[in-house]
């Protein structure tokens, strides 16, 4: 279904299925990072596949990206050749398990205000529920697109169409079950999903979308689809919220069993793994924290580093953030190894990633001062106090810890 966006490739590999990706970089949507994933791997498949991914990613100029790892299999990375990857998970991709059976019957108290809105539309409207076919497609792309005209999103919901529609070309063939709800016979809630594990003992949702106009239609919708999956089912995976505010509460609203992290581990090179070592030792930061910075955000063309040989001793790095002075480039994680401070080579660093930004077209630089006595030091390098409010939205604070004290230092060009 998402083979054109994420450019899924498949291959058996010393017997494993691993398949080749390109995922969107999370700083820059325009630029794809390659990497695989091996369904269902354990520590003794990635032992087996190590040298030969390596090899495939470095053929194609990448390091060793490996996606939708388990915590166990995360945590023996970790454990094993952890000095040489970094490991990460990210909640905004976090999957959403439930009780296929509280959601059909929704008993006890906490399933009240689903029920509150159940009976709600119950008592509103005259609505029918039917299995959804293939060809039912017409209208449920229409559905969807009156769904991105009314939140006004583009490209997502392009993407989404897309989906959609290779979906519906092999419903059938791909074994998906699903339901269509109707107010008045007009198709007002689609979901559909499949099974999968040991005696389709797990099902997973792919699409759910609703005219929300119909009050209470997605409690409504939810609820269907679990109640018309078969009895020997008994988990729903509902997949993950994206890191959106309001798909986080809804799902957290169904009372899931389990919110299971899905890792990432990127090999590191000699540069990043110098990178590490600099933050640790100036910053005082968890290996987890910095873990999460170089599989997220590192990029080498956004990363300014000064050496003594073969030793990283100064750093800064580049976020592409959007703020009220335009599309800025906010300078990050500015340090220099104490044994070798006063030689100039923070400002070095800053001065480059300035001259990295204007080259890229960014409107300014910003930064936010460690320290009030840093101040002095940055505007010699040309920014202005101007206590820009700064804004980090998903699950990486760039920022102070204080939402308050996140003013930035900003230079325009």
Not at 85 to 106: G, N, P
Not at 168 to 184: K, M, N
Not at 221 to 240: F, G, M, Q
Not at 260 to 287: M, N
Request: proline share 4%; glycine share 8%.
């Amino acid at each position: 279904m998402w083979s054109p966006h994420y450019g899924y490739q498949w291959a058996l590999a010393e017997g494993c299925p691993v398949i080749r990706c390109l995922v969107p970089d999370i700083s820059d949507a325009s630029v794809a990072r390659s990497g695989y994933f091996i369904p269902g791997a354990v520590p003794a498949d990635l032992s087996a596949l190590d040298g030969m991914l390596s090899d495939d990613a470095s053929k194609r100029g990448e390091p060793l990206r490996l996606y939708n790892l388990s915590s166990e299999t995360a945590a023996y990375i970790a454990a094993e050749a952890g000095d040489f990857y970094a490991v990460d998970s990210m909640r905004s991709l976090s999957d959403y398990i439930y009780s296929r059976e509280s959601l059909a019957t929704l008993h006890g108290r906490r399933y009240q205000p689903k029920r509150n809105h159940i009976n709600r539309f119950v008592s509103m409207f005259d609505y029918s529920v039917e299995p959804l076919r293939a060809a039912d497609a017409v209208e449920c792309l229409s559905l969807a697109e009156r769904w991105r005209a009314e939140h006004h999103t583009l490209h997502s919901a392009w993407v989404e169409r897309q989906v959609l529609e290779r979906a519906f070309a092999a419903y059938d063939e791909l074994g998906l079950h699903g339901v269509a709800l109707r107010v008045e016979g007009r198709l007002a809630a689609f979901s559909f999903g499949s099974y999968f594990g040991r005696g389709g003992h797990m099902f997973c949702v792919h699409a759910e979308k609703a005219d929300i106009s119909f009050e209470g239609v997605y409690a409504v919708v939810c609820n269907e689809l679990a109640k018309s999956l078969d009895p020997e089912c008994d988990i729903v995976d509902r997949e993950e919220d994206m890191g959106i505010a309001g798909l986080r509460r809804s799902k957290s609203s169904w009372q899931p069993l389990d919110i299971v992290d899905k890792y990432t581990a990127v090999r590191l090179d000699g540069e990043q793994i110098g990178i590490r070592h600099l933050w640790e030792s100036v910053f005082g930061d968890s290996r987890r924290d910095v873990d999460s910075f170089l599989v997220r955000y590192y990029s080498p063309e956004r990363s300014v580093v000064r050496y003594h040989g073969d030793r990283v001793t100064a750093m800064a790095h580049i976020v592409p953030l959007t703020t009220q002075a335009g599309r800025t480039a906010y300078i990050y994680a500015v340090a220099t190894d104490p044994a070798f401070r006063g030689r100039g080579l923070a400002r070095s660093v800053v001065d480059e990633c300035i001259a990295r930004a204007r080259r890229a077209g960014f409107d300014s630089v910003a930064l936010i001062p460690a320290e009030e006595s840093l101040k002095g030091f940055y505007a010699a390098a040309g920014f202005g106090d101007t206590a820009m409010p700064m804004t980090f939205s998903g699950d990486y604070d760039f920022g102070t810890g204080d939402p308050a004290r996140d003013l930035a230092m900003c230079l325009k060009f």
